[in-house]
Structures are given as C-alpha cells and as structure tokens.
C-alpha cells in the first residue's frame, strides 16, 4: 500500500439561491484512500484547518457528534 500519492484541488462554480461561489474538492488517489493507514470512510466528517506557521493544510477525523456541535450535518445520498 501507499501512504504518498499527488492528489488534486479542484474547483467548480455553483450557484445557490441566486449566489455564486466556489466549490473545493481535494482528490485523493486511490492507492492512499486504500491504504489500511487512511484513516476516513466515505461521508464521514472531518476538521479542515489551516496550519499558517507550517503552510498546511490540516485534515483530521472528527466524531459525527463533534461536528454536528460544529454545524455539521450529515447528508444523505440523492438517488
């Protein structure tokens, strides 16, 4: 398995209630999501910061019950 792999940011407009703004994604290759050592399931949350004395950024697993206290919620899949 791999713990290192380039991923992507990628962006998209989207458009709710008449606003524009843009949408972020981090994609994440394959060979690191499969990894034993990833550390997220699909729809789980997780906390997104900013670490501006390292120039990262941060992303950690989070409980559901943190994040809804954060303004999290959960979605569901539309079919």
Same mark, same amino acid.
């Given at each position: 398995m791999a713990r290192v792999g380039i991923g992507t940011i990628i962006g998209r407009k989207s458009v709710s209630k008449g606003r524009e703004y843009a949408r972020i994604w981090i994609y994440v290759p394959t060979k690191v999501s499969e990894d034993? =050592?990833?550390p997220f399931e699909i729809g789980m949350p997780c906390l997104v910061e900013i670490d501006e004395e390292k120039g990262l950024l941060v992303v950690k697993?989070?409980?559901e019950?943190? =994040?809804t206290k954060l303004g999290w919620r959960k979605r569901t899949r539309r079919k």
């Open positions: 034993t =050592a990833f697993p989070i409980s019950k943190e =994040a």
